[in-house]
């Protein structure tokens, strides 16, 4: 499974959130989901964007990258294959 990374074009914290996903974890894979394209995602998520989903969809975190969280799912998620 993919962590959803839920965001919106122009969103310079969800730029950034991007940006050091791909540096801290070069090769895994993030699916950028723009939230407007999603009224049900916006509804929800749109003033709290950026924020990060796991596989099942739960909030792993979000409004900034919070790199042990992260490593925690990406590892989490490495145990699962």
């Not at 839920?6 to 540096?23: K, M, N, Q, V, Y």
């Not at 749109?46 to 490593?71: M, N, Y």
Request: hydrophobic fraction near 40%; charged fraction near 30%.
């Amino acid at each position: 499974m993919i962590p959803r990374l839920l965001t919106r074009p122009g969103c310079c914290l969800c730029d950034s959130f991007h940006e050091e996903w791909r540096a801290a974890f070069p090769g895994v894979g993030l699916d950028a989901v723009d939230i407007d394209r999603w009224p049900e995602l916006r509804a929800v998520y749109g003033a709290r964007i950026p924020v990060l989903l796991d596989g099942s969809d739960a909030v792993v975190c979000e409004g900034h990258f919070d790199r042990e969280t992260c490593a925690a799912l990406v590892e989490a998620l490495k145990e699962r294959r």
